[in-house]
């Protein structure tokens, strides 16, 4: 079955403390995004991967981190600079269409609480 | 630049009954629509999208969206709704043209079916 995990679905964070969100794609698509999403507000971006060891910043991306060392993965570092990090967290990915990156896929969430 | 307005953020409807969920875009060039629901503490799954050919588009769970491009309108119908459509729905879009980012989404419109 192919398709996008993310794990923990609950992650709680100390003050202070960097948290690591999972992200992973068995479904062979080359880019992949993470979003944040905050209570009736729709999804903004915090960063995006078009392809292996390359990403670039969203609209959010002060106070989060993250790699892509493989094609089927792409961690998001929640950092202690991230000042108000409570929301739930969304990855996605793509695949070519045509040409293009156009529709994107996603992930079941994982909702980050700071205690 | 692109933006979404989802004209309604919450929808009340009563089981059986004909909903509409209505979403303008503004951008300068030709755009892919999306439409996505979002159950509570899940994330995205993709209803319908709107790519090329009829503006007609039909999608999963007996949803049908027109693109009138005249109007800048993307409006999401369905003729007989359920309880089990209660959900979040949220307008998408990206651009012919441009990076693999660039999707802008709507706030969203919270339906909510009604025995």
């Known amino acids: 079955d192919g398709g996008i995990t993310q794990s923990p679905k609950y992650l709680f964070r100390k003050e202070g403390q960097n948290v690591t969100l999972s992200c992973e794609q068995n479904?062979?698509?080359?880019?992949m995004y993470w979003y944040r999403q905050d209570p009736g507000q729709g999804l903004r971006l915090i960063y995006y991967?078009?392809?292996?060891?390359?990403?670039q910043k969203g609209d959010i991306a002060e106070g989060y981190s993250v790699s892509r060392e493989k094609k089927e993965s792409f961690p998001l570092t929640v950092t202690s600079a991230q000042k108000n990090p409570t929301a739930f967290y969304l990855c996605?990915?793509?695949?070519?269409?045509?040409?293009?990156?156009?529709?994107?896929?996603f992930g079941p969430g994982t909702r980050l609480l700071v205690l | 630049a692109q933006s979404v307005t989802q004209l309604d953020s919450q929808v009340p409807v009563f089981e059986e009954a004909p909903v509409e969920l209505r979403c303008n875009y503004s951008?300068?060039?030709?755009?892919?629509l999306f439409w996505y629901v979002q159950y509570p503490n899940q994330g995205l799954q993709l209803l319908l999208k709107?790519?090329?050919?009829?503006?007609l588009v039909k999608g999963i769970n007996g949803f049908e969206a027109e693109f009138n491009k005249s109007q800048t309108s993307f409006h999401l119908r369905k003729p007989s709704v359920h309880i089990s459509d209660t959900a979040e729905y949220f307008c998408?879009?990206?651009?012919?043209?441009?990076?693999?980012?660039?999707?802008?989404f709507g706030s969203g419109t919270q339906l909510t079916v009604l025995p």
């Open positions: 996605a990915s793509s695949a070519q269409e045509g040409g293009s990156m156009k529709t994107q896929y």
């Open positions: 479904l062979n698509h080359d880019a």
């Open positions: 991967s078009q392809i292996v060891n390359d990403f």
């Open positions: 951008s300068s060039v030709s755009v892919y």
């Open positions: 709107y790519l090329s050919g009829s503006t």
């Open positions: 998408a879009v990206r651009p012919f043209s441009g990076s693999a980012r660039q999707l802008t």
